[in-house]
């Protein structure tokens, strides 16, 4: 074997060693060059994680087992590490002591790691030496290279530590990618190498010939330049188009700048020197070859991981040379300036605030995403224009001038403005400016920052005006509770009163300044300890809503309410109380008991007077019957009078319980007050004793009411009676009458009454008067005062009844052994009186006409019919109102008059009578009922204008009646 092929063999060999030597050796590097930037990286990342603590407060403390800084409480809040995460991508952990009190670390289950703790030599050069620790570190269980720094407090105790780190598997995780692709690259070189090693040494000749000449001829040429220069043949494809070149040559300074022999490049096409080569350097130099022009150009060569700056000509037809420099390390420093230019926009783009800066002139250089949109313009549209460019003419003139005044005193400067918003609004701004200087130390620009105030300026307006609001609202909040009727205190916790109204001086009966600051146990009781039940000490205690009704010594009844003042820490810093009188309210409530107790017994007693009428309808009728078969003489003819005797008395008691019921008929006419009296004046003189002196005060005018002159009468007649029994052993018995105007005093008193104007009469006796609990009894049924058998107790019910059914009210005033008064209120009409006239009665009323006699009580209706018969009508009979209708439309023509029940089974007197007028409007009709005024109305016969004859009625009556409808 030839000298020069064992030497190109041994050359092959070497190559392939060295490439393994040099795999090892980069693997090794990397792994170096990787660790060193981590731990930068690492000082880095650390600083920031101080940088973004010492932004919120400069010192750091443990106050109440919470870690400070400034006035930031660190513990639980995740906000820093997290940004770290974000930024970094790194694990960042804030210790108060050896404990983790804020991390982005997370455990197994997913939760972040806060309450583990520090251990291990990190601890130890933390805590025990107070040092910062930089190394492997086992977190968790799991490997991280770390970086701690001591966190201390103002006077130099370590009270915790910061810490960031990468997780070990993390870093590896590269490096093994790396090393595997290296190993494999390697091999593929090693047998790429054999496999050319044939082939290398055939063109070894012609490689070391051409080298020969090509080193003679440009050798001092090529020794002297420090710049890369090649000599490359373009290579065209059988179309022409160019495809690979060839080096033809190369010089040192191509060698040390490429790190490619020229042994390795001359003769070889690019193809075969970088096989992945970019297509671009063909497509470059294609162009210089074809057209023989000069190109300048920067490029960076992922072949030699270098930039290159490069001059390209062509010396002749289809070849190049090309002239290079390595200006990488000025690249990788521009790189770096424009990374730290990006940072920089990034963060001041992430500056709420407009931002902008500007040079000398007024041009601006730049501005945040804020300030482009406060003025509604893209950023291209901004730089290199002036702020005439972009603003209003007159707001443009103030800011040139306040910026030409800084330029002239470089600095810093402050002033409000307003600034236009894209929508046409001007908004009030501040401008903070301040001069920068290049790195040449010259004034280079202004940077300013904008702060939008129009919220501020229009929430001091609005406080301004709230302020104003509020202390009228105080003012009338004030006089409000002056106008409370009630009495309104604040008593504080020990139970003084701190603020009162009017009115509660007015209940305690001092002035204001009397009672403020005095206890109110002592202002309102006149004792010196707090009452045991008190709703305001309850409150207190309670800390709610409470109430009581109190009564106090002075026979008042107060209703207490009283509600717990909370203040911002939540604890009871007062009472308020109100408290009401309500001595009347409870007055009136008894009233209006006593009223419906009235009224229950009424509706009671109606119904028994209706019953009773029926029956009594009866017994009058076949008595009256009987009387008139039996002779004058006939020994049983006493019976018979006793029985209508006893009927009568009967008859009168219903009428009695009617009245009191209020539900007996009622025939109201104008009448004169004082004429009524005077015409009875004869019978209750009879009525009382010789020992009793009647006397009376006839008011001079005339008292015109609506009443029903023969109930008034009775109620007259009552009240005498019950005045002449209460008089004993000689006294007097007083009539009085007086036209009165009620007004709201009345009301409150009674607890009824409207206001207006009445007549009244009232009857005084001297007798021996009542107690209260009399006083509230005398108006019911049955109650009386009386000896046994003498007296029914209905007198002054029924005297009640009939003066509630003239809408008026009767009063009571009594003291025992004062005597009593009695009061009747009737109101005023403004028609003249008028005369009582009484039709005279007969006692037979023949007739020869049909009658139709619908009645649904069996008695009755048997008794109606035979008092008919027995006078010449013609009767037919009907148990119900159903009955009735068919009775009549099976007879329209012969039937002359309805008798009527008013209440019946099936249908009442108002369906049948409604019923026969659609077949006979001039039909004739007469209502009988036993019920009440009331029930009468409610049936809706009343307003027909008909005749209605009340039971019990005695058969010369109830022909009367009926002889009256047929003939009118």
Known sequence: MKK??????????????????????????????????????????LRTLWDLLQAKGKDFRIVDGQMLVGKHVLNGDYEVPDKIKILFGGTATIFMGDMRISTNVQKEDGTRAVGTKLEGPAYDALFRKGKPYRGEATILGIPYFTAYDPIMDPSGKTIGALYVGIKKSDFFATYDATRLKAIVVVLLLMSFFAFLAILILRQERLASEAVERSEQKYRTLFSKMLNGFSLQEMLFDEKGAAHDYRFLEINPAFENLTGLSAKNCIGKTLREVFPEVDEDWIAIYESVSRQGRSFRFERFSPEVGKHFEIVAFSPEQSKFATIFSDITDRKVAEEKLQDQLHLLQAIIDAIPNPVFYKDLSGRYLGCNLAFAEHVGKDKSEILGKTVFDIHLQELASTYHRMDAALVMSPGQQTYESSIQYPDGSLRDVIFYKATFRNHSDKLHGIVGVIVDITERKLAEENLKKNEEKYRKLSFEFKALLEAIPDAVILYSPDLHIRWANRNAGLAIGRELDQILDKQCYAMWHNVDSPC???????????RKYESEELSFSDGTIKDIHAAPVIGEDGEVIGVVGITRDITNHRKLENQLNHLQKMDAIGQMAGGIAHDFNNILTAIIGYGHLLQLKMECDSPLRKYADNIMFASERAADLTKNLLAFSRKQAYHPQTAELNTIIRKIDPLLSRLIREDIALRWEIHSFDLPVMADVVQIEQVLI???TNARDAVQNGGTILIKTLPVHLENEFIEAFGFGTPGDYATFSISDTGMGMDEKTRERIFEPFFTTKQKGKGTGLGLAIVYGIIKQHNGYITVESEPGSGTTLTVYLPLIKEESATIEHDQQHDSFPGSEVVLLAEDEEELRNLFRSVLEENGYTVLEAADGEEAIDMFRNNINAIQLLILDVIMPRRNAREVYDAVRQDNPGMKFLFVSGHGQETIHESGIQGENVTILTKPASPPRFLQAVREVLDS
């Open 4 to 45: 020069t092929t064992r030497f190109m063999l041994l050359n092959v060999l070497l190559v392939t060693i060295g490439m393994a030597v040099t795999a090892v050796f980069f693997l090794g590097q990397m792994r170096s060059d990787a660790k060193t930037r981590l731990i930068a990286a690492q000082e880095s990342h």
């Open 532 to 542: 045991l039940v008190c709703p305001v000490q309850r409150s207190l205690l309670t």
């Open 718 to 720: 009552n009240l005498v």
